[in-house]
T-cell receptor
């Protein structure tokens, strides 16, 4: 699986937007970009995924660079409950095993 | 969204005993389930892929005789940690992709503490 690179940690203020970056320069044409998040002592939770076009859902937005070598998860208004580790993962359409990198620990300040 | 459950949510056992952890997909079928292990402050590490009706596939470095996996039905996979030792203490998490889906759903995890 292609690798992803994320900052170890980020801070945000409550009610402000948060942009979580992910680099995936070795992404292949069939790799989907998935984001999961993990709250303390819980299993990961699906957030969003996309292939080429930007995606929106009730939790977040995903902005994918035109060359697909990077993407950004956007939380439009961070809340204290959004404090978690966010993982950016690439999954090809031939299988669905997930390889987790280090993720970004998001801290939200009141 | 789809729901995956794990049982028990936490377990404490004595060294040398065996512990069974169940992973169930509650509202969908899954021919494949995945087992992960997570140590404190670390990321998830894939241990094995559980396949319904066939043998599990283990990642390099994971002892198949120590971590027994059985995928008894399309909604249930079990992980048995045999002869557990303190170094097996960890957070064990399963995941399952619904058949035909391109995403996965994770269980809430099982915290194992071996004394």
């Amino acid at each position: 699986d292609a690798k992803t690179t994320q900052p170890n940690s980020m801070e945000s203020n409550e009610e402000e937007p948060v942009h979580l970056p992910c680099n995936h320069s070795t992404i292949s044409g069939t790799d989907y970009i998935h984001w999961y998040r993990q709250l303390p002592s819980q299993g990961p939770e699906y957030v969003i995924h996309g292939l080429t076009s930007n995606v929106n859902n009730r939790m977040a937005s995903l902005a994918i660079a035109e060359d697909r070598k990077s993407s950004t998860l956007i939380l439009h208004r961070a809340t204290l409950r959004d404090a978690a580790v966010y993982y950016c993962i690439l999954i090809n359409n031939a299988g669905n095993m997930l390889t987790f990198g280090g993720g970004t620990r998001l801290m939200v300040k009141p | 969204g789809a729901v995956v459950s794990q049982h028990p949510s936490w377990v404490i056992c004595k060294s040398g005993t065996s512990v069974k952890i169940e992973c169930r997909s509650l509202d969908f079928q899954a021919t494949t389930m995945f087992w992960y292990r997570q140590f404190p402050k670390q990321s998830l590490m894939l241990m094995a892929t559980s396949n319904e009706g066939s043998k599990a596939t283990y990642e390099q470095g994971v002892e198949k005789d120590k971590f027994l996996i059985n995928h008894a039905s399309l909604t249930l996979s079990t992980l048995t940690v045999t002869s557990a030792h303190p170094e097996d203490s960890s957070f064990y998490i399963c995941s399952a992709p619904p058949v035909g889906a391109d995403t996965q759903y994770f269980g809430p995890g099982t915290r194992l503490t071996v004394l």
